[in-house]
C-alpha cells in the first residue's frame, strides 16, 4: 500500500495550446481518485485547475482547493469541491498545499507552476520536508526545464545528486510509481550557502 495519501498538483489556470495537456489533466485527476489519492491544488475551476478537479470529482476523488482571497475572482473558485481553503496570502497558500500533500506533482503550466513546483524542491532539498517532486512532461513540455537542470549541474550550481529531486516521466502511471519509490537526499552541511 502506498505511504502517499494526498498529492499537491500545480497547474495552470489556462488549459494551453494542445489537447494534450487537459487530456493528461484529466488522466491524472481520474487516477489519483480511483487510487484513493486525494488532491490538493490551487483550487480554481479554470483552465487546468477545472479539468484535474472536475476528472477527480466524477471518479470520486477527494479534492481540496488552496486559494488566496485575491485571486478567488481572478481564478474563479471551484465551488464543488471536497473542501476549499481561503487564505490570505500565496506563501500562506503555498505552506498549507505543502502541509496537506504528501507528494508534489507539477502538470503544464506557467510563471506560477515553476515557482510553487521548485519551492517545493527546493524544501525538499533543503530537508524543510522529505516529499517527492515531479513533472508530468506530457508532449516533452519540460524538456527545455530538465536540460537547464543538467545545465545547473555542469556549471556547479546544482550537485548532481540532487538532480534526482526533480522526478519526471511522460505519462501518469510511471510518475505515480516514481513518487512512490522515492527516497529523499540527505542535507550536506552548507547546503543551503552552495544551492540557491
Known amino acids: 500500500m502506498s505511504a502517499l ?23 491524472l485527476g481520474r487516477t489519483l481518485a480511483e487510487r484513493g489519492l486525494g488532491i490538493v491544488f490551487g483550487g480554481g475551476k479554470v483552465g487546468l485547475m477545472g479539468v484535474l478537479a472536475d476528472a477527480a470529482l466524477a471518479a470520486g476523488g477527494e479534492t481540496i482547493g488552496v486559494i488566496p482571497e485575491a485571486l478567488v475572482a481572478r481564478e474563479i473558485g471551484h465551488q464543488g469541491l471536497t473542501t476549499v481553503h481561503v487564505v490570505r496570502s ?32 527546493t524544501w525538499t532539498q533543503l530537508g524543510i520536508h522529505s516529499k517527492p517532486c515531479g513533472v ?38 510511471t510518475l505515480l510509481q516514481r513518487l512512490e519509490a522515492f527516497r529523499p537526499v540527505t542535507p550536506e552541511p552548507g547546503i543551503a550557502r552552495a544551492e540557491r
Not at 496537506?100 to 507552476?113: H, K, N, Q, V
Open 90 to 121: 500565496m506563501h500562506e497558500r503555498k505552506t498549507l498545499m505543502a502541509d496537506l500533500a504528501d507528494a508534489f506533482i507539477a502538470l503544464p503550466g506557467g510563471y506560477g507552476t515553476f515557482e510553487e513546483f521548485f519551492e517545493a524542491v
Open 136 to 173: 508530468l512532461n506530457v508532449e516533452g513540455y519540460y524538456d527545455a526545464l530538465l536540460a537547464l537542470l543538467r545545465r545547473a549541474v555542469a556549471d556547479g550550481f546544482i550537485r548532481e545528486k540532487n538532480l534526482a529531486l526533480v522526478l519526471d516521466a511522460p505519462d501518469v502511471p
Open 5 to 27: 495519501k494526498r498529492i499537491c498538483v500545480f497547474c495552470g489556470s489556462s488549459a494551453g495550446a494542445r489537447p494534450a495537456y487537459a487530456a493528461a489533466a484529466r488522466e
